[in-house]
């Protein structure tokens, strides 16, 4: 059997078990395409999720256009992967930077804070990626964005794609915007991208996370749990800076007496 075949095979199995969502997906992508043309990008940050659409967008439009947001802070391994993959896939790529960095931001609003109601773009996160992105979008004659957005990532999430859907018209930016793969479980995507082999970021093994984003971020709810192990001196220092616990009872803390059971 050649490849090609065994691999429609494998394709075939997974779109069994994806109930169609895989069509699903690269049928939206494939629509949004046609009907934006040019002004179409992939918002690609180097995780698995919009790396697998965007080589779904690639199959669709090898020509079409990825935006990386490199915030400064992203991790070395995620800078290095899109660089690597962008000359193996050869990417139409938009890179996209800060004109403030994160340092200079924490020293003027203090470490990023959980998202709100009524904080719902912490400042770092407008200077770091909402403004790059925007003007980025405006020098580019972009007013379309794919991405690879989950619902399952977080309820934050959840609650945009059940109440906008999986695409939609964003008034406040003045852009469409379409996330096929927002239904997906966790699951079904770690099986898409092995049987379609599609390369992974090495900060994920390395630093044995889930996600990946700016390093030091503490705008999340587990971003200590992400910390210390991704870096531990930094998170010691941090948390001798805030005041508060330092590494080793980060570690105490983590043996849970109230966990009962045997
Ligand atoms: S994800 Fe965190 S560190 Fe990155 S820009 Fe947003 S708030 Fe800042």
Redesign the pocket.
């Known amino acids: 059997m050649i490849e090609r075949e065994r691999n429609s095979e494998r394709g075939r199995g997974t779109a069994e078990k994806t109930d169609g969502k895989i069509e699903k997906s690269v049928g939206m992508i494939k629509e949004a395409v046609e009907r934006h043309g040019e002004h179409i990008a992939v918002g690609w940050s180097g995780g698995r999720a919009s790396t697998t659409v965007l080589r779904m967008a690639l199959n669709i439009d090898s020509k079409i256009k990825a935006i990386f947001e490199n915030?400064g802070?992203e991790y070395p391994e995620t800078v290095a992967f899109i660089k690597r993959m962008t000359k193996e896939w050869g990417v139409n790529l938009i890179e996209v930077h800060p004109t403030i960095n994160?340092w200079e931001i924490v020293k003027k609003y203090g470490y990023?804070q959980i998202r709100t109601q009524k904080n719902r773009v912490?400042k770092?996160?407008y200077h770091?990626?909402e403004k790059p992105l925007k003007d980025a979008l405006k020098a580019f004659d972009v007013n379309a964005l794919v991405d690879g957005i989950q619902m399952c990532e977080s309820h934050m999430r959840f609650m945009v794609i059940k109440y906008r859907g999986e695409s939609y018209y964003q008034k406040t930016w003045g852009i469409w915007k379409y996330h096929p793969i927002a239904t997906w479980t966790k699951d079904q995507l770690t099986e898409y991208i092995m049987e379609n082999n599609i390369p992974q970021n090495e900060a994920y093994a390395k630093y044995k996370i889930e996600r990946t984003?700016?390093w030091?971020?503490t705008?999340y709810i587990s971003w200590e749990n992400v910390m210390v192990k991704t870096n531990p001196k930094f998170y010691s220092l941090l948390k001798e800076k805030m005041g508060s616990r330092t590494l080793d009872h980060y570690y105490q803390s983590q043996v849970a007496p109230c966990r009962g059971g045997g």
């Open positions: 915030t802070v994160f990023p912490p770092c996160c770091l990626k984003g700016c030091p971020c705008g």
